[in-house]
Every structure is written in structure tokens, then in C-alpha cells.
């Protein structure tokens, strides 16, 4: 291994620190700010070409990762969700052996100062935007993301969260002064003085276990948070989504080397097929933090066995959006229609149950009946995908087998009465893609079995068009679904403010974020770093928020030193 170009902290510190200060003023301001830019094209005239020949340089060889823990048999087995043979093999080692080297490197680096970390850390993630284009290629082929959104959510955005999550740790590890002069007074004696330091001390090896649809959005949070905390972390890549987490352990690992601190400070945790090393790495006394996003089984095991952790999880949850009236209809219906459509459906924030009362809804041009409402939201929705490589740009591809599976389902009617059936889009670019278009299905809330199927989460290109007495009893439901089976995100429209009133009521005593007659550009299964927070920490979706104090504060502790 060749030795690295040295990189003094002082002048990553000088590098980043305005990057670091404006974060700081963003999460404070909850404005619109980002240091990367979203579009493609502000990266240069050859960065997409560069980025697509160095994500086909990757293909069909070993993945290198200089003085990583190794052997073992490489890791293989990742395949695109567009038919692409990826055939790359990653290194593989023993939990003992990646444990061990995280320990040994974690010293140095806790005693460093926050100012340090977070200088570091927003090195890597500048590194990290600098290869956008070879990221949105790696996120694209593992997750199925179309190319315009594996761009944007695993580029910047995801990015974004890293910065965030860097952001927060810093303030929070400064909210007290390091040093503190104490001074009592003793009437008639002389006051007791002393001084008080408090220094930020981590909590140990935290483990990322990464997810399949947002390896990067969903594991940069987690990521940054504990390493700017000084704690080491082991990434525990998703099967199928391997290799995004593996670039960006590779780049850390590089910069952490450029910076003096032992790049065994983050590890990759490969895994054969059927391995089930998480289960094995979650419950290791060493393991100090656990991220998670995933089924709510497996964040409901790791909740109750990784006793000795402190676990963030967000798990699976049924999404509803209350439509009671509207005074721009079409604009609705063109929003859900978007909703519903972007990336199949495969996202935690995706609409699932529309709420719409039998009796009907008020538009600006009058009454519009359940039927009407469902059967021009079936017509937006074909609208909007109707061309197939329109189509396959918002739709990408389907992740897993199972999210194929519920669309047949549907498609063959057992999931209900078909407002729209799901059709077979085929990509000009990607002949061996697999691509669905969504279903919407009608259901009845008064219905026992209707109710029962809508209860659960459905993941996919699958919504449900549910009649509903009234809009109180679609607040009443809403209600009800969120605080027994979890929600990321709720949707409403509205024009009658007690109907507002009863709905932030609802959201408010249920824990989950309200979105608001959205009818332009802004979709409720999207949210903006350093102004959203996505999740609440306040339903069984999710125990916790990117990125709030919470999600940060317990990284570390702080121990006082009194002289």
C-alpha cells in the first residue's frame, strides 16, 4: 500500500470550516441550503461520461480496499436491477477480525478534537461529491433507481444528510465550553475556585446496517453522525446494494490516511448470501451503535436483543393522505399521480392509503363523487406514464421479488378491485429492466377484509383508493393507522380550516409529519436536508429523525474533569 499524500487537520479545518459554519446556521434557520448542486450538468460537460466509465471500470473485478481485514472467499453475487452483470467481488472478513481492527483504530481518533472530526468528515463527503456521477451509476444499478434520481437522492441529497448529520454532532459536542472557570463565594473566606473541563467521549464501534433502496440517503445520516462523534464504524451493506457503501468506505478511508488516523477506523462488512452476519455483529459487546433501516421485524430483533447498543431504527410504516377538497384539482391529482409513480414506489415516504369519503369532495369546480376522484387520479397516473421512456425515467426499475410479487397480485385482482392495473413498461436503455407501472386498487373501510389489507404495509407500486364515511372518519383512521402500525410521512388537502385544525391535531398527538395540500413541485415523499426532518421518532416507524439533536446526542458522553 502506498503511502499517503499527508493531510494536516489544521488545513482541512481552514478548508471546511465555512461549509461547516453555514450548516451549522442552516439546521438553525430551517431555510433552503445546500453546499452541492442537485443538477447533473453543474458537474461539467464530461462528468456524466467520466462517471459512467468509472463505475464500468469497477465491473467484473475484485474491489480494492488497501489494508482492509481480508481473508476470506471475496463477496459476489450483486446484480442490477436492470440486467446488468456487475460481477464485483469485495473483500471479506470475520466479525472478529474487522472488531478487532476497528478497536485498535479507534484511540487516536476519539481523542481528536470535534473541530477535527468534522473537518474530516466533510472532506470525505467534498470527495464523495466530486464522484456524483460514478455514485448515481452505483446507486442506480444496485437499487433500481432511474438515473435522474440516483443523481439527486444518492448524490447530493444523500450528501446533504451527511453534512447535516456532521453539523449537529459538532454543535452538540461545543454545546459546552471545554474549559470553565468555577467560582463560589464564601462569604468572609476566601471563594472556592476550580476549573472544569468537559470533554465529548464516544460511545465505541457503531455498526451502519445499510438498506437495499437508499443505501446512501438512508446510511449517510447514520454514518457521518457517529464518526463525527469519534466512534469507529463498521458499514454493513445490504446484499443486493453493496457497492455505494463500499466507494464511500474506500474514499473515508483515504482521507481518514491522508489526516494521520488509522483507516481501519471504517470497515466494510461484506456478507455471503444467507450469512446473516448483521445478527451476528448486532449483539457483539464492542457494538456501541446501531443504525438500521428495514423491515420492521428485523429492527423489532434488533431492538430487543442489541441490548448493549444504542439502536436507531426506521422500519416499515403505512402512509395516508386525507383528500377531503381541494381548490386546485387537477394539481392534486397531478401530485399523487407523481407520488405514487416516482421510483414504483419502492420509498418509505410513499403514499400508500388515499382517504376519500364515499359522499364525495369539493373542488373549485363543484362536487366530485369517490368514483370521479379515483377515476381521474387512474387517468393522471396513466397520463403521466404513458410514454414508456417517460415511464422508465420516474419509475426506475423493481428492487427485489417481492415487490414483483405484490404487483401480480394486484395485477390478478386479490388485492382488491382495480381502479388501474399495473403495465409492463419497457426501457429503450435497459431491455432486461424489470418495470411496473403502479396499481391502484379501490377498498372500502367498512369492509372487515378491505380493512385489514390496508392496515398493512404494501411496499411498492401499489396504492389503495379507500371510500370512507366521512372526513372525520378518514382523520379518525389516519389517526389510527399511524399510532398502531407506524407512518413516515401523512398528506392532506383541504380548504376548510377546521378540517386543517382536526388534521394537525391528529398528526400532532399521533407523531407523524403533515404535508398540506401539495399541488406543484413539492411531493410528500420527498424532504430537504437542514429544513425537513424526516421521521419523527414518535410512531413505530421509526425510533428516531434525520437529523435532530436526539439522533446525534447519544453518540458520545461527556465527561467532566474538576481541578
Not at 451509476?137 to 435522474?148: F, K, L, S
Not at 414508456?388 to 427485489?400: E, K, P, T, Y
Not at 380550516?497 to 401539495?518: K, M, W
Not at 410512531?539 to 474533569?561: C, H, L, Q, W
Amino acid at each position: 500500500m502506498a503511502a499517503a499524500t499527508p493531510l494536516p487537520v489544521a488545513e482541512l479545518i481552514a478548508r471546511h470550516q465555512d461549509t461547516l459554519d453555514r450548516a451549522v446556521a442552516a439546521a438553525g434557520s430551517r431555510d433552503y441550503w445546500s453546499p452541492y448542486p442537485e443538477f447533473p450538468k453543474a458537474y461539467g460537460e464530461n462528468a456524466a461520461a467520466d462517471g459512467k466509465a468509472a463505475f464500468d471500470a469497477l465491473l467484473g473485478r475484485e474491489f480494492a480496499l488497501p489494508g482492509h481485514p481480508d481473508g476470506g472467499e471475496p463477496v459476489t453475487g450483486e446484480a442490477s436491477p436492470y440486467g446488468i452483470d456487475m460481477g464485483i467481488a469485495y473483500p471479506h472478513a470475520e466479525p472478529d477480525a474487522l472488531l478487532a481492527a476497528l478497536e485498535a483504530a479507534r484511540p487516536a481518533w476519539a481523542k481528536a478534537d470535534p473541530a477535527a472530526r468534522a473537518a474530516v468528515c466533510l472532506e470525505i463527503l467534498a470527495r464523495i461529491n466530486a464522484r456524483s456521477h460514478e455514485f448515481a451509476q452505483a446507486v442506480m444499478h444496485t437499487t433500481g433507481q432511474a438515473y435522474g434520481m440516483a443523481f439527486q437522492a444518492g448524490g447530493p441529497h444523500a450528501q446533504d444528510r451527511g453534512v447535516e448529520a456532521v453539523a449537529y454532532a459538532y454543535a452538540e459536542q461545543t454545546r459546552l465550553p471545554r474549559s470553565a472557570q468555577w467560582t463560589k463565594p464564601q462569604g468572609k473566606r476566601d471563594p472556592l475556585v476550580m476549573t472544569k473541563e468537559f470533554t465529548a467521549v464516544p460511545r465505541g464501534t457503531a455498526l451502519l446496517i445499510g438498506c437495499n433502496t437508499f443505501p446512501t440517503w438512508n446510511g449517510y445520516p447514520g454514518l457521518f453522525a457517529s464518526l463525527a462523534t469519534g466512534n469507529g464504524v463498521l458499514v454493513k451493506p445490504h446484499p443486493r446494494a453493496v457497492l455505494p457503501l463500499a466507494l464511500t468506505v474506500r474514499i473515508a478511508r483515504e482521507v481518514l490516511a491522508e489526516a494521520g488516523f488509522d483507516p481501519n477506523l471504517i470497515c466494510l462488512a461484506a456478507e455471503h448470501e444467507g450469512s446473516a452476519i448483521a445478527q451476528v455483529l448486532a449483539v457483539r459487546p464492542e457494538v456501541k451503535l446501531i443504525d438500521y433501516t428495514g423491515s420492521t421485524g428485523f429492527g423489532d430483533w434488533l431492538e430487543d436483543n442489541a441490548r448493549q447498543a444504542q439502536v436507531y431504527t426506521e422500519k416499515a410504516g403505512v402512509n395516508t393522505v386525507v383528500v377531503d377538497s381541494t381548490d386546485d384539482y387537477r394539481g392534486m391529482l397531478n401530485n399523487l399521480a407523481f407520488s405514487l409513480s416516482l421510483y414504483s414506489g419502492q420509498m418509505c415516504t410513499t403514499p400508500q392509503n388515499l382517504l376519500i369519503p364515499r359522499t364525495g369532495i369539493r373542488t373549485e369546480d363543484g362536487e366530485r363523487s369517490y368514483e370521479q376522484v379515483v377515476t381521474d387520479l387512474a387517468a393522471a397516473i396513466d397520463g403521466l406514464l404513458g410514454d414508456d421512456a417517460r415511464a422508465a425515467a420516474i419509475l426506475g426499475a423493481v428492487v427485489n421479488p417481492g415487490v414483483l410479487q405484490r404487483s401480480a397480485a394486484a395485477a390478478g385482482g386479490e388485492l382488491g378491485e382495480l381502479a388501474l392495473a399495473p403495465r409492463v413498461v419497457a426501457s429503450p436503455e435497459f431491455p432486461g429492466a424489470t418495470i411496473r407501472t403502479p396499481a391502484l386498487v379501490k377498498a372500502d373501510a367498512d369492509k372487515p377484509d378491505d380493512l385489514s389489507r390496508i392496515l398493512v404495509e404494501c411496499f411498492g407500486p401499489i396504492a389503495f383508493a379507500v371510500a370512507v364515511e366521512s372526513t372525520a372518519a378518514a382523520v379518525e383512521l389516519l389517526h389510527r393507522t399511524t399510532v398502531e402500525h407506524g407512518a413516515m410521512t401523512a398528506g392532506a388537502y383541504t380548504t376548510d380550516p377546521e378540517v386543517e385544525t382536526a388534521l394537525i391535531d391528529a398528526c400532532l398527538d399521533a407523531g407523524v409529519s403533515l404535508s398540506l395540500n401539495l399541488t406543484g413541485g413539492v411531493y410528500v415523499n420527498q424532504t430537504a436536508a437542514f429544513s425537513d426532518l424526516h421521521g419523527t421518532g414518535a410512531n413505530p416507524a421509526a425510533n428516531s429523525a434525520y437529523s435532530d439533536a436526539a439522533f446525534v446526542a447519544n453518540r458520545f458522553r461527556t465527561v467532566e474533569i474538576r481541578k
